[in-house]
């Protein structure tokens, strides 16, 4: 198991006893588990507000290039 920073926690690759530790971490301590499931949801977040401003960039584009 590998501790990234007081919140994050990862496995080894192709380790399961580090898997197993990561699972029993998370399990015995559920302000850790709702913390690291909150940071997880960032990304994704961030990610889902982007591609909405990437609709909304590609939709007014063509506006912006008809008065040329």
Not at 3 to 31: H, M, R, Y
């Amino acid at each position: 198991m590998q501790v990234i920073n007081e919140i994050s926690i990862a496995a080894v690759p192709d380790d399961p006893s580090a898997f197993a530790a990561v699972q029993t971490t998370l399990t015995d301590s559920p302000e850790r588990r709702r913390e690291t499931s909150v940071q997880a949801g960032q990304p994704a977040e961030r990610d889902i507000i982007r591609g909405e401003q990437a609709a909304e960039f590609v939709e007014l584009l063509p506006r912006t290039q008809a008065g040329r």
